[in-house]
Structures are given as C-alpha cells and as structure tokens.
C-alpha cells in the first residue's frame, strides 16, 4: 500500500505561480512512477507530468511544456510540481498519483492516489 498526501494548491491570478508536494508514505516498491493528475469540472482527468524514479525520465502534457516542472526528493518520497505562469485553464484539482512500473498517461493505470489539491486561476 502507498499513502499520498497533497499540498500547496490555492488561488493565484494568471501570470503567478505554486508549488504543490506530494508525499508518499508506505511501501515504497509501488512508487517507481509518481505522477500528477488534474481535473476540471466536466471534463476527464488529464496526465500533467510524471517522473521515474527521482528522475530518469519524466514526462509532460504538451499544454504545460515549458511551464510546469516536475521534480522529486527520491529518498524522502517527495515528489513536487512547480506550476509557473499559470493560466485560466490550469484551474482544476491536482493529484498526485503512483504506479509500481513504468509512467503511464492513463489514469486507470494507476492505483493509488491523492485526496488532490485545488489549484484555481483568476484572470
């Protein structure tokens, strides 16, 4: 079993930027892949960014290239996402989430998750 625990999130206007943190607690064999989630209301639950094992590779949705950074503290089981320039449409609610093989897109790939993060973006 893995706990997730999400932080950070808040209200900023367009241009700003958050930090959100993830930690992860449990059995740290089901964590090779961390990843971040959002969700909009009526809308699916899109793949952000995820990281493999502290960052050998990591990935990115094409609308948040060059604005969001996904990082990780391998060994204190953190992983962070940094959210810059902030846009409208990046209001959602965040989720942190973890597979035990390689990153996937797919959300239903993954089988544990956050309580998620509220991420709300004035314009």
């Known amino acids: 079993q893995v706990q997730l625990l999400e932080s950070g999130g808040g209200s900023v206007q367009a241009g700003g930027s958050l930090r959100l943190s993830c930690a992860a607690s449990?059995?740290?064999?089901?964590?090779?892949?961390m990843a971040w989630f959002r969700q909009a209301p009526g809308k699916e639950r899109e793949a952000v960014a995820s990281?493999?094992?502290?960052?050998?590779?990591?990935y990115y949705a094409d609308s948040v290239k060059g604005r969001f950074t996904i990082s990780q503290d391998y060994a204190r089981n953190t992983v962070f996402l940094q959210l810059n320039n902030l846009k409208p449409e990046d209001t959602a609610m965040y989720y942190c989430?973890?597979?035990?093989?390689?990153?996937?897109?797919?959300?239903?790939?993954?089988?544990?998750w956050g309580q998620g993060t509220q991420v709300t973006v004035s314009s």
């Open positions: 989430a973890a597979r035990l093989p390689w990153c996937s897109s797919s959300p239903k790939e993954y089988k544990y």
């Open positions: 449990g059995d740290t064999y089901s964590r090779n892949c």
């Open positions: 990281i493999y094992r502290g960052g050998s590779s990591t």
